[in-house]
């Protein structure tokens, strides 16, 4: 099949291990993956299988031992820690599992976040936050603190925080974990319209099947090995 | 301002615990207060002491006694302006426990070398011309409820028997270092009396209070008074009243140096309380930390957040602790106006209380800062849920 999208996300034999005590456990070994820009990559596997490690080196917060991570044509692997959180900070939007938002900020706040490191004046960040937020419906949540909101509401403000910044690629790990089946929906359907209305691309990490289904790719990782389905 | 917006919440997000360790911070910083201005009150003394003032005393000890005829010597040597005669008389007001310094002076030569002792003109004369009659301080007159005119009996301990007084005058202190609570009488009162009763004690002084012409001959001066005395039978040790009110000090210094030792290990306990608090909180907060990082937030930020919510906590703390210092200091002041005459807060303290809240805040957010700073993103991000 012939891809005429070009190449976001290039990993050529990518191994990572990890040290527990004397011990030496391989968790990716020779991994090799290619994702073209604008699709919505569904990534599964059993616990234990690798698959959040994956996604961990595609964003840049884990180091490979060796193999080749390259997003939007830059080299991450080559990179210091400090350039590292520069390059995130432009180019990663992270959706977690468990929202992880700042309990003490309201939503605005939370979307404002990643925005602090950029060079925009006030009035601008408030504009993008504003956008930001309509995005993903909750203008009228605003100043809600995230106490204040259900899983799924407190999901969207995670999402409007992650693409706040217009990075190159969405990741998230597990997104719909910890919600019901219909904010579920409503998340994967928003994600969806992101990649379909904006561009976005998203990989995103799942046990859910059912989540899967709304991805254009889905990749298997089993035992280090990547199977598309 | 967003990042200070962020330390404010930040440090109130768990209220009982944030109140309690500024709790701990203001009685830490309040008794670090107290104790710097009970040694502060220790050096009262010296710290009141002119340079222009010598003190001659007996060479063995200030128990033995001078004769008064050493006085006409000492005011011919070159340099010394005025003398008065001086005895520490230890009497007894009542009771053991209304203690306060009385002491028999000359009263014309003792006052001029005393300034900031203010005496009303009227008083002045009223003192001075009757032998009988004695002044005291105003702190010392409140207290006791006396009344100009009042006979006030003191029970010798040194110099036996009841002695009668009338109080001729109040006098005031000049500034806020000057003592208060003083009983001044006629020296040659407690003589006459002692020519009668004890004539062997008779025509002998504790100590003479020397004023000299210039402060920066003090050295040369005293030397020259001691050298009158050499080989006598009473032999002199002249020094400046600094150097003597110090040598009082070192009788005591253990006293000081435990109390100093004390506030200073205050301090270390507040630290370790805080240093406690923070290491809690950051542990709570390391998913967010690792959530920051990840947006790419560096360690300067992460050091920014948690020292600026240490600082927050233990200036709250510093702020109230230097407020309660004053009133609490009030109340010690007269409780203990007996020991300590002048108890005032110095400003060198106000500045201690405020680096020892930099120094605490500073010392807590450093080992939780270096954990949170260190830790990998994956890791820290896996703590939450």
């Known amino acids: 099949m012939e891809n005429v999208k070009p190449l976001i996300v290039e990993i050529k034999n ?18 090799n993956i290619e994702i073209p820009e604008g699709e919505f990559l569904a990534l599964m596997g059993p616990s234990g299988s ?63 976040l990643p925005l602090l490191l950029t060079g925009l004046s006030k009035k601008e960040r408030h504009e993008h936050v504003e956008m930001a937020l309509r995005v993903v419906n909750l203008s009228d949540r605003m100043e809600h603190y995230p106490a204040q909101l259900s899983g799924g509401q407190q999901q969207r403000v995670a999402i409007a925080r992650a693409i706040v910044t217009d990075p190159t690629i969405l990741v998230a790990d597990e997104p719909t974990g910890d919600l019901d089946r219909v904010s579920a929906k409503e998340i994967l359907e928003l994600m969806e319209r992101l990649v379909r209305e904006l561009g976005k691309t998203i990989i995103m990490v799942t046990h859910d099947a059912r989540a899967a289904e709304k991805a254009h790719i889905i990749v298997h990782l089993e035992k280090g090995v990547l199977s598309f389905e | ?9 930040n440090a109130f997000r768990h209220k009982l615990r944030t109140s309690l360790t500024i709790l701990g911070m203001t009685i830490a910083i309040l008794a670090f207060g107290l104790l710097r201005t009970v040694v502060d009150a220790w050096y009262a003394g010296v710290a009141a002491s002119s340079a222009s003032r010598l003190v001659t005393r007996n060479a063995i000890s200030l128990v033995f006694s001078l004769p008064i005829s050493y006085k006409e010597k000492i005011q011919q040597v070159e340099g010394v302006k005025v003398v008065s005669a001086g005895s520490w008389f230890g009497g007894i007001y009542i009771d053991e426990k209304n203690f306060f310094a009385n002491f028999a002076v000359e009263p014309k030569p003792y006052l001029e070398l005393y300034p900031e002792i203010i005496l009303s003109p009227e008083h002045f004369q009223a003192f001075v011309r009757d032998r009988k009659s004695a002044i005291a301080g105003r702190k010392l007159i409140d207290k006791y409820g006396w009344k100009i005119g009042d ?25 806020k270092g000057t003592d208060e609570t003083m009983f001044l009488f006629h020296w040659d009162y407690l003589n006459e009396t002692m020519k009668k009763t004890v004539p062997r004690r008779a025509d002998q002084t504790g100590f003479f209070m020397i004023g000299i012409k210039y402060p920066e001959l003090a050295s040369e001066i005293s030397v020259a008074i001691d050298k009158l005395f050499k080989n006598s039978l009473a032999e002199t040790l002249t020094e400046t009243e600094k150097a003597f009110q110090l040598g009082f000090i070192s009788m005591t210094e253990a006293i000081v140096v435990a109390i100093q030792l004390v506030s200073f290990v205050i301090i270390i ?72 005459p002048i108890f005032n807060i110095a400003p060198a303290t106000i500045y201690m209380d405020i680096a020892a809240s930099i120094v605490v805040g500073t010392v807590a957010a450093l080992f939780p800062t270096y954990r949170s700073v260190r830790i990998r993103i994956a890791d820290g991000l896996r703590r939450i849920g």
């Not at chain 1, 004397?22 to 070994?29: D, G, K, M, T």
């Open chain 2, 151 to 175: 006979i006030i009996t003191l029970k010798g301990t040194i110099f036996p028997g009841n002695w009668d007084f009338v109080l001729r005058g109040l006098y005031k202190g000049r500034d």
């Open chain 2, 269 to 340: 306990i507040i630290m370790a309380v805080v240093a406690n608090t923070m290491s809690m909180t950051t542990r709570e907060r390391i998913g967010e930390y690792a959530l920051l990082k990840s947006m790419g937030f560096g360690g300067r930020h992460i050091t920014c957040l948690i020292f600026g919510e240490s600082l927050i906590i233990t200036s709250i703390g510093c702020v109230f602790g230097i407020i309660a210092t004053f009133p609490v200091a009030d109340i010690f002041s007269t409780a203990l106006s007996t020991y300590f």
């Open chain 1, 50 to 112: 690798g698959k959040s490690t994956l996604l961990n080196l595609i964003a840049g917060i884990d180091k490979a031992d060796s193999g080749l991570v390259k997003v939007g044509g830059i080299d991450i692997a080559a990179l210091s820690e400090a350039e590292l959180a520069g390059w995130r900070a432009g180019n990663v939007g992270f959706i977690f599992q468990f929202y992880n938002l700042i309990p003490v900020l309201t939503a605005f706040e939370n979307v404002e």
């Open chain 2, 1 to 9: 301002m967003f990042i200070l917006k962020l330390i404010l919440k």
């Open chain 1, 14 to 31: 990518l191994s990572k291990s990890y040290r527990r005590g004397s011990q030496i456990i391989p968790v990716l070994e020779d991994i």
